[in-house]
């Protein structure tokens, strides 16, 4: 089964279609002089402007997949013409909308960014009184820290899933049920037979990955949370990621790298996304597991611009991308898991219709984020942006800057 473009089409994806010019409005609702809060919807301004990840606004022009359209609804709906920009990393959505402020109305925010548009005064707060659909959105995912600050929410949850281990099934035998296999030079005593052809994210934010490792096996370092470590803890981290370095085929950033890392054969584990499963399992020996540590994951937020040129447009799309039908749409083709619980249901009809009868049992599978599944979703380590605030009441955390720093330290460069 595909849920996703193909390779080429993914490197190709460009713009939707072109903006039509529009002009910006204030926020129609309070708040304090320095954060906006828009708490009313007024007069569309025909266009809206969008970062987003590949996959995350189709408009049903990509070949073979033109069934795919949540895009052209939306305009019909509310005569905004959508433009997109992809981008290929959290860092560039995060340059994007810091240095050209002004240019885009919104962004598709994981958690290791959002954080930081927030901080930097990139983004606006909206009231989620404006989303019908806000009451649907899973618990955790209605008011996480890595989207809400002192109870002002800057944007609304769309897509959530895990980063799983995914493995060569003809090459790692036994199937593994660790991550031991991917940070350590002996797991159970013996010489890592898989080192030299792992991979790893290519991303400071893989650090908390190896706390969360930490925490299972060596918990008196005392770590309760993977984003929030003190100079010790952070480098306990470090320290395991020097070790896993030589092991290393290639660290992957664009997961087209890691396709093709696992394609030709010089990579046979390390840690994935759900897309990059699905692109691969057609023709590759490929499986995903849920190691018995635990798995960090991503949760994605449309935000928008605190300097939107089409801010009506924008809180539009926020609404109508929260509606179950939109999700289960999305989720069917991303190969992910939608925050609306009531986009469940609606994904589990379309992979049967779509695919055949028992299909929607992959809807309780680790690709799709176990859909709905409360559990496992407060189990996964969302990314969110690490602060010097421990969340507690220390202020001993390590900030994204060392984290930085430290991944330079890893990656020798």
């Known amino acids: ?19 039509a010019c529009g002009g910006g409005n204030k926020p129609a609702g309070g708040g304090s002089p320095s954060v906006k809060i828009y708490k009313s919807i007024g007069q569309t301004e025909g266009a809206l402007s969008l970062i987003a990840w590949v996959g995350y606004v189709e408009s049903g022009k990509t070949q073979g997949y033109e069934s795919f359209d949540w895009v052209t609804p939306f305009q019909n709906e509310t005569q905004c013409t959508v433009s997109v920009k992809y981008a290929a990393s959290s860092d560039e959505m995060y340059n994007l909308m810091t240095q050209q402020a002004g240019q885009f109305d919104g962004v598709s925010a994981s958690g290791d960014s959002s954080n930081r548009l927030i901080a930097s005064g990139a983004v606006a707060a909206v009231d989620p009184k404006l989303f019908p659909d806000f009451a649907n959105v899973l618990p955790e995912l209605q008011a996480p820290r890595h989207n809400t600050v002192n109870g002002i929410h800057y944007g609304v949850p769309y897509m959530y ?76 981290a470090v320290d395991l990621l020097k070790q896993q370095a030589p092991m290393i085929s290639k660290y992957w950033g664009e997961y087209t790298v890691e396709i093709d890392g696992f394609a030709n054969g010089s990579m046979v584990a390390g840690t994935a996304w759900p897309i990059n499963l699905s692109l691969l399992e057609a023709d590759n020996p490929v499986a995903e597991v849920e190691p018995s540590e635990g798995m960090s ?48 249901p609606l994904l589990r009809t379309r992979l049967d219709k779509e695919y055949g009868k028992g299909s929607s049992d992959l809807v ?50």
């Not at 089964?1 to 903006?19: C, E, N, Q, S, T």
């Not at 980063?163 to 890592?192: C, H, R």
């Not at 969110?384 to 001993?396: E, L």
Request: with cysteine.
């Open 364 to 413: 309780d599978t680790v690709r799709y984020g176990h859909c709905g599944d409360e559990n496992f979703l407060k189990a996964l380590h969302l990314w969110k942006t690490p602060t010097a605030d421990c969340g507690d009441g220390r202020t001993d955390c390590m900030d994204f800057s060392v984290w930085q720093q430290k991944w330079t330290e890893i990656r020798g460069a």
């Open 1 to 19: 089964m595909r849920r996703f473009m193909g390779i080429g089409a993914v490197i190709g994806a460009m713009a939707l279609v072109a903006a």
């Open 297 to 344: 994951g991503w949760a994605d937020t449309w935000m928008m611009s605190s300097k939107a040129p089409h801010p009506n447009c924008m809180l539009k799309w926020m609404q109508y991308t929260m509606r179950p039908d939109v999700q289960a749409e999305v989720a069917d083709y991303y190969g992910a898991a939608g925050s609306n619980a009531s986009s469940c």
């Open 161 to 236: 899933g895990p980063n799983f281990l995914m493995y060569n099934k003809k090459v790692v035998k036994p199937a593994p049920t660790s991550w031991d296999i991917v940070f350590e030079t002996q797991p159970n005593g013996q010489p890592n037979p898989y080192a030299g052809k792992l991979t790893a994210y290519d991303f400071p934010i893989y650090i908390a990955d190896a706390a969360i490792y930490l925490m299972a096996h060596k918990p008196d370092l005392g770590i309760t949370d993977p984003y929030e470590l003190t100079s010790d803890q952070l480098n306990a």
